[in-house]
Structure formats: structure tokens, C-alpha cells
């Protein structure tokens, strides 16, 4: 009976570990998958189509010329190396502009002709439209091959608009220099704080001082990150502005320093337990040999506790770089290459936070967001697993 | 002439009277062996010479505790000046994570000598006093936990040794080594005697024979008896010492 019992305990613990392994791999199998689908997926809009006049020489033309074209930045055809002739710029909704409604007919059962008429007829146009529109049998136009978005386009791309039409953007170097330079402030700022606090629990304040503070700082973990964004919107985002003589006060440096009240705990906590766990026998044979207790600290404490401080530190960056509310709420979000510490930028958290519910499932933009949760993931991993490394390294 | 010399020392963990009125003189470059069973006070004597029980919240000491005739525990005086003087052997290995070359130079190099051309010739001199040099002149660079545990702890002689003590407390040195190990401290503790104040807190009867010139016998915080190691061995005065060499109790 009692054999029973364990077996049975032993069979639950095996399926409870081997559900949450195999859930971890669905979610991370998930994540790449749709991520993926954006190379397969066409640059500009899907179920719509690109033509030019048949004597347009342009044979193909990037998201960043399309948007370039549509936003009226590139007004002549030669300045992307095609024939001396004004752009004509043709969206489906202008047809009414060339056309009567009887020329179009009550069901709009010529709109294929006409459209194709007019693109005989103009030199310059490039015609945007619903490929259901698209004169199947003698189309006098060319149409423009379907380009898809390509590897370069996205972790090379300097710019981040997801939502323009005909051709969406999604270039991810903006948003990772975000959250780059967000997170790098914040264990700049949080990182000698917290690793002097940590020392200062475990090595210098007496008892009852300490029984003090770690429940203060242990409550600190347990703040919602909204209610850090809501704090760092109210305090610290006019308190910037005004200290700096900043139009805005919303920059990644807010960004930074709330993410760094937000990582401290956490640092803390896990470094001033790993300086705890050094032997009284180390500490005191150092201090047998007439070493202060600061060279006692720096030369035997913290090289002994390296690894549980690196974790510290890990655990902080990871808190930094996955944070989503609060950097949300604070840094402006304006997706564009920062300069400076003092600009509004975007994290890719962020960004994935607020795109998402407008993102049609399945589109080009729906996966975009996905691939930057896959990076995300990926510089995440990178990081734990090299200092993994260096951590195992450092051990003598 | 008198090494260590401690008037009428009462010591206190908070409301526990752990030592009761201790006197003692301790000549130089003698060994005076401390024991008694657990909890009778003797490390915690051991402890007061180096003033290690200071690390100790909530301790109050009675009395006084003279070393080369300076009161160590009077207002002025220093305590990293005192415990570069006398050195300290713990009852299990403890070296640094570091190399085993920087374990014995860590003295130094807190104590702010700079000179390294110094450092090496002290560090291989201290190697060589506790025999351990030929074990590891090779691997100096290699970390310290890489030793056995009795090399471990001839290195942590070694490092008490190389900021030149006069003094070198030792707090159960062997309890934690096998026999060999333990033969080769012993045979070492000989050698240092001949430079070194030696003050060895043991478990081991044998050992104090072997290894003492003097035997102090604690009890309940208390110093029962102190003499020649030889007298208390063969014929001491108080029967609680007999019966405790004897193995009666303890």
C-alpha cells in the first residue's frame, strides 16, 4: 500500500515536471514560429497590389521607397534611378476623383478596365489598389513583383512604422538601441546602489538595523511595475523636465531611473544573501591577520560571494530589459534612434505592449511583434548563458 | 620572560559567565597547551588574546589581558596592530578562494606592503617553514581548494606565519585532519616553538602531551589546574584533572 502511494507521488512529480518543460518549449516553439512567418509574408499590404505605367523602367522598390513615394518624400521617379517623370501617386479612393459613378458602373464592374485604362494613360502613376480590381486578362500596366520583407529590412532597418500603408516598415535597430540604452542606465544607476546597500545589510548594519530594512526593501519587490510607471510619470518625468530644462520630460533617462528603483530590490536581495553565505571561518581568518573589515569585505567577501553577485546582476538586467509597464508609461515612446539620454525612446517590450491589440492576427505587423519578442528572448538567453559562463570561469 | 599575561578575566555572552576569574602567564617561546571538555571556556580564552571575541555581539570582559606588557584591550590600542602580532590557527582549513601563493600574501598585502620582490621571498620562506613548499612550488598559481585538507591548513600556518607574528594561536589545528596530517602540524608545532609563542587549543590529550610545554586544565569556565605539560600528566593536583586525562569524563 504504502509502495502504491509512492509510485503514485513519484508519477505525479514526473508529469508535473515534464508538463511545465514541455510548456516552456511550446511557448519558445510558439514565439519562433510566428515570428518566422514575417519573412513569408509580402511587404506591402496583403490582397493588394502595386502597378506602374507599362514604360516605367523602376523593376523593384523597398518598403522605405514605397513609404518614401506615398508620403510624397520622393516626388520623381529618377530619384531612385528610373526615368525623368513626375510621380503620380494613385490610391484606390482617389478613383472617384477620375471617374463618374456610372463610368464605374452600379457594382463597380469596371473599376478593373478603368483603373487599367488609367495606368495605361499616365506615365508617372503607381496605382495602389485591391488585387480584386486587378484586370485579369490584359492588364496594361505592370504590375510590381511581390516583394517579401527580407532579414537585412528588419534587424538592419533604421526606422519603425509599422502601420503606413502601402508598405509597413518594421526596422528593429530603433527599438533595440531603446531598450539598450534604457537598461544600460538603469544598472549604471542601480548597480553601485545596490551592490553598496547588499554589502551594508550583510556586513555592517547591526541586527536590529537590518531587521529593519530587508522587509522595507522586500516590499519594494512586491510594488506593481504600473505603479512605478504611475510614480515615474508623476514625480520623476517633471522632476527630469524641470532639473534638465527639457521640452519633454518623458526620455529614456526616466526610463532608466525608474527601471532602476525597480531592479534595486531585487539586486539586494540575491547579492546581499550570496555575501551571507561566505564562512565566519573566511571572514575571520582575514580578520586574524589584521585586515580591517573593508579589506576583509572588498578582498575576501565579494570575491568570495562573485557568482551569487553575478546573479544579482543578471536577475537586474533581466528586470530591466523585460520591464514593460512602467518604461512604458515613462520614456515617451518615440520610436526613432536615440541621440542622447535625454529623448524620448522606445523599448521593445513596449512597443510590443502597445502595438499588439492593434495588430491584425496573422499580418505582417502580428508578426513583426512576435520576431521582437523572439530577440528579446534571444539577448535574454544570450546574457544568463555568458554569465553562466563567466561565473563558472571566476570560480578558483 | 612573561609572553601573555591575563589578571583575574571574566568574560560574558550576554547573561552566560563563560570564563570566571582567569589568571595566567605565558612565557615566550613556549607551547601551552589549553583543554577540558566542550564548553568549558578554553577558545574562548584563546580567543580573547587575539581579541576575535570582539566579532561577537552582546560580549563583556572583565580584567585584563597584557601581551609583551601593552594591555591589549586598553582604549588606545589597535586592534590590526595586535592581530598582525599574534596570529591565529583555525580548527578547520579555512584559505581564501585565491591562488595559493596569494592566500600567503594576503597578510602582507592588507597590511600595505607593496614591495613584491619581498612578498615572493616572504610567501616562499613561509611555504618552507611548514614544509609545504616542495608539495606546491609548482602550483602556486593553482587555487588553494585544489589542496588536501592537511595542506589546506599547513597553508593557513603558512599564512599566519608570513606577517611574522610572535604569537600564533591555534584553535584545534588537527581536529579535522587525519593522522598523517595531524603527525606533520605536530612535528611542526616543535619546530615553531623555537621562534613562536604557541598557544593550542586541543581535544586530543595525546596531542597536548606531545606537543606542550605547559597545560592549562579548564572546567566550566573555570581554570582548574596549570603547570608543567609532564606533572599534569603524571600527577596532578586536582582529582576533576585526573579524572579528565584519564578519560573518566569529557
Known amino acids: 500500500m504504502r509502495k502504491f502511494f509512492e509510485k503514485i507521488v513519484e508519477g505525479g512529480l514526473l508529469i508535473s515536471g515534464s508538463v511545465s518543460s514541455l510548456t516552456i518549449l511550446l511557448?519558445?516553439?510558439?514565439?519562433?514560429?510566428?515570428?518566422?512567418?514575417?519573412?513569408?509574408?509580402?511587404?506591402?499590404?496583403?490582397?493588394?497590389?502595386?502597378?506602374?505605367?507599362?514604360?516605367?523602367?523602376?523593376?523593384?522598390?523597398?518598403?522605405?521607397?514605397?513609404?518614401?513615394?506615398?508620403?510624397?518624400?520622393?516626388?520623381?521617379?529618377?530619384?531612385?534611378?528610373?526615368?525623368?517623370?513626375?510621380?503620380l501617386i494613385f490610391r484606390f479612393s482617389d478613383l472617384t476623383n477620375y471617374y463618374t459613378e456610372e463610368e464605374l458602373g452600379d457594382e463597380f464592374q469596371y473599376v478593373p478596365q478603368k483603373i487599367s485604362e488609367l495606368v495605361a494613360k499616365e506615365p508617372g502613376i503607381i496605382a495602389f489598389f485591391p488585387k480584386q480590381y486587378l484586370l485579369e486578362n490584359g492588364f496594361q500596366g505592370k504590375v510590381l513583383p511581390e516583394e517579401k520583407i527580407t532579414l537585412g529590412e528588419f534587424f538592419g532597418g533604421t526606422k519603425w512604422y509599422p502601420t503606413s500603408t502601402p508598405a509597413p516598415i518594421f526596422g528593429l535597430i530603433p527599438l533595440l538601441l531603446g531598450t539598450l540604452l534604457v537598461s544600460i542606465g538603469a544598472i549604471v544607476l542601480s548597480?553601485?546602489?545596490?551592490?553598496?546597500?547588499?554589502?551594508?545589510?550583510?556586513?555592517?548594519?547591526?541586527?536590529?538595523?537590518?531587521?529593519?530594512?530587508?522587509?522595507?526593501?522586500?516590499?519594494l519587490a512586491g510594488i506593481p511595475s504600473v505603479v512605478y510607471g504611475f510614480f515615474g510619470l508623476a514625480v520623476i518625468v517633471p522632476l527630469i523636465q524641470k532639473t534638465f530644462d527639457l521640452p519633454v520630460g518623458e526620455t529614456a533617462f526616466?526610463?532608466?531611473?525608474?527601471?532602476?528603483?525597480?531592479?534595486?530590490?531585487?539586486?539586494?536581495?540575491?547579492?546581499?544573501?550570496?555575501?551571507?553565505?561566505?564562512?565566519?571561518?573566511?571572514?575571520?581568518?582575514?580578520?586574524?591577520?589584521?585586515?580591517?573589515?573593508?579589506?576583509?569585505?572588498?578582498?575576501?567577501?565579494?570575491?568570495?560571494?562573485?557568482?551569487g553577485i553575478t546573479s544579482a546582476i543578471v536577475l537586474g538586467i533581466g528586470r530591466a530589459i523585460g520591464e514593460t509597464m512602467a518604461v512604458l508609461m515613462v520614456t515617451g515612446n518615440a520610436a526613432v534612434i536615440p541621440t542622447s539620454f535625454f529623448e524620448p525612446v522606445r523599448t521593445i517590450p513596449a512597443t510590443i505592449a502597445a502595438e499588439l491589440g492593434e495588430a491584425p492576427a496573422g499580418g505582417a505587423h502580428y508578426e513583426a511583434l512576435f520576431l521582437l519578442g523572439a530577440v528579446l528572448f534571444l539577448i535574454t538567453l544570450i546574457l544568463s548563458i555568458s554569465v553562466e559562463y563567466i561565473s563558472s570561469k571566476r570560480k578558483i | 620572560m612573561i609572553k601573555i599575561d591575563a589578571q583575574n578575566v571574566d568574560f560574558y555572552y550576554g547573561d552566560f559567565h563563560a570564563l570566571k576569574n582567569i589568571s595566567m602567564q605565558i612565557?615566550?617561546?613556549?607551547?601551552?597547551?589549553?583543554?577540558?571538555?566542550?564548553?568549558?571556556?578554553?577558545?574562548?580564552?584563546?580567543?580573547?588574546?587575539?581579541?576575535?571575541?570582539?566579532?561577537?555581539?552582546?560580549?563583556?570582559?572583565?580584567?585584563?589581558?597584557?601581551?609583551?606588557g601593552r594591555d591589549i584591550y586598553s582604549k588606545g590600542e589597535k586592534v590590526d596592530t595586535l592581530r598582525k602580532n599574534v596570529g591565529m590557527v583555525f580548527q578547520k582549513p579555512n584559505p581564501f578562494p585565491k591562488t595559493i601563493f596569494e592566500n600567503v600574501a594576503y597578510g602582507l598585502r592588507v597590511n600595505g606592503v607593496?614591495?613584491?620582490?619581498?612578498?615572493?621571498?616572504?610567501?616562499?620562506?613561509?611555504?618552507?617553514q611548514?614544509?609545504?613548499?616542495?608539495?606546491?612550488?609548482?602550483?602556486?598559481?593553482?587555487?588553494?581548494?585544489?589542496?588536501?585538507?592537511?595542506?589546506?591548513?599547513?597553508?593557513?600556518?603558512?599564512?599566519?606565519?608570513?606577517?611574522?607574528?610572535?604569537?600564533?594561536?591555534?584553535?584545534?589545528?588537527?581536529?579535522?585532519?587525519?593522522?598523517?596530517?595531524?603527525?606533520?602540524?605536530?612535528?611542526?608545532?616543535?619546530?615553531?616553538?623555537?621562534?613562536?609563542?604557541?598557544?593550542?587549543?586541543?581535544?586530543?590529550?595525546?596531542?597536548?602531551?606531545?606537543?606542550?610545554?605547559?597545560?592549562?586544565?579548564?572546567?566550566?569556565?573555570?581554570l582548574v589546574e596549570y603547570g608543567e605539560t609532564r606533572k599534569i600528566f603524571t600527577n596532578p593536583e586536582k582529582e576533576s584533572t585526573q579524572n579528565y586525562i584519564t578519560g573518566r569524563f569529557g
Open chain 2, 114 to 128: 607593496k614591495d613584491n620582490e619581498y612578498i615572493e621571498e616572504t610567501v616562499i620562506k613561509s611555504l618552507k
Open chain 1, 254 to 307: 526616466a526610463g532608466s531611473v525608474v527601471l532602476a528603483i525597480m531592479a534595486l530590490p531585487t539586486i539586494i536581495t540575491v547579492a546581499e544573501d550570496a555575501m551571507r553565505t561566505t564562512p565566519r571561518a573566511m571572514k575571520e581568518a582575514s580578520l586574524a591577520l589584521g585586515a580591517t573589515q573593508w579589506q576583509t569585505i572588498y578582498k575576501v567577501i565579494i570575491p568570495y560571494s562573485i557568482s
Open chain 2, 130 to 222: 611548514v614544509v609545504l613548499w616542495d608539495e606546491v612550488k609548482d602550483k602556486l598559481k593553482d587555487s588553494a581548494f585544489a589542496l588536501s585538507g592537511g595542506q589546506q591548513q599547513r597553508l593557513c600556518i603558512a599564512r599566519a606565519l608570513a606577517i611574522s607574528p610572535s604569537i600564533l594561536l591555534m584553535d584545534e589545528p588537527t581536529s579535522a585532519l587525519d593522522p598523517i596530517s595531524t603527525g606533520k602540524i605536530e612535528d611542526l608545532i616543535h619546530e615553531l616553538k623555537k621562534e613562536y609563542t604557541i598557544v593550542i587549543v586541543t581535544h586530543n590529550m595525546q596531542q597536548a602531551a606531545r606537543v606542550s610545554d605547559k597545560t592549562g586544565y579548564f572546567y566550566l569556565g573555570e
Open chain 2, 27 to 68: 612565557e615566550a617561546n613556549t607551547s601551552v597547551a589549553f583543554i577540558g571538555p566542550s564548553g568549558c571556556g578554553k577558545s574562548t580564552f584563546l580567543r580573547l588574546f587575539n581579541r576575535m571575541n570582539d566579532l561577537i555581539p552582546d560580549t563583556r570582559l572583565e580584567g585584563k589581558i597584557f601581551i609583551d
Open chain 1, 191 to 219: 548597480l553601485p546602489f545596490g551592490i553598496a546597500v547588499a554589502i551594508y545589510m550583510a556586513e555592517i548594519a547591526n541586527k536590529r538595523t537590518r531587521g529593519l530594512l530587508k522587509p522595507i526593501i522586500e516590499l
Open chain 1, 27 to 87: 511557448i519558445v516553439f510558439f514565439l519562433f514560429k510566428e515570428a518566422g512567418g514575417l519573412f513569408n509574408t509580402p511587404a506591402t499590404e496583403e490582397g493588394y497590389v502595386l502597378a506602374v505605367n507599362k514604360s516605367n523602367d523602376v523593376g523593384k522598390l523597398s518598403p522605405e521607397m514605397i513609404m518614401d513615394i506615398f508620403d510624397g518624400n520622393i516626388t520623381n521617379w529618377k530619384d531612385i534611378s528610373g526615368m525623368d517623370q513626375d510621380i
